[in-house]
């Protein structure tokens, strides 16, 4: 009954946004790469590795409704520098693109609800001869937040961010 009863307040606790839809704040719990095309010779692939809840530059996004569907803010980088474009949405799911505006870089992200959490599939693709071509693949898990915001300016790192 407990249980029950911590369960119920921790599902009225959650954002309105956060009921069924990938609206909202998110910040990342865990990360493994599966492909990097520079990666040293014996790298070892597919390991999950957890990530301090409390870091100063923790992966940290805000999807939220626009007037044709999803957009998502990136938090930690900076509108001078990076675009950010949705591909498609759904109360589930949002596929985006972050693109580094002097390099012609991008990172594809598919992210979808699973369970409690958020799940990212990434696809980095630079531009060489003229085609894009995949520098490195990987994922992410991501935990729901009640908010997060830009602490300060811009650094090397991106914006610093906080999450709770």
């Not at 009225?12 to 946004?17: D, E, K, T």
């Not at 630079?126 to 991501?142: D, F, L, N, T």
Request: hydrophobic share 35%.
């Amino acid at each position: 009954m407990k249980c029950l009863i911590l369960a119920a307040m921790t599902i009225a606790s959650l954002p309105a946004a956060a009921a069924g839809t990938i609206e909202g704040y998110w910040q990342d719990t865990g990360r493994r790469i599966l492909y990097a095309r520079d990666a040293p010779p014996g790298y070892a692939y597919g390991n999950w590795t957890q990530v301090e809840q409390d870091q100063t530059y923790p992966a940290a996004k805000e999807i939220r409704r626009s007037g044709s569907g999803l957009e998502v803010v990136d938090l930690n980088f900076d509108d001078d520098n990076y675009e950010v474009r949705t591909v498609k949405s759904s109360d589930e799911s949002v596929v985006f693109v972050r693109e580094v505006k002097w390099t012609g870089c991008a990172m594809h992200h598919q992210c979808r609800l699973d369970g409690v959490g958020m799940f990212c599939a990434l696809e980095s693709f630079c531009p060489q001869a003229g085609k894009p071509v995949v520098e490195w693949r990987g994922e992410e898990r991501y935990a729901r937040r009640a908010s997060c915001e830009r602490q300060g300016r811009v650094q090397a790192q991106g914006f610093p961010v906080s999450c709770r």
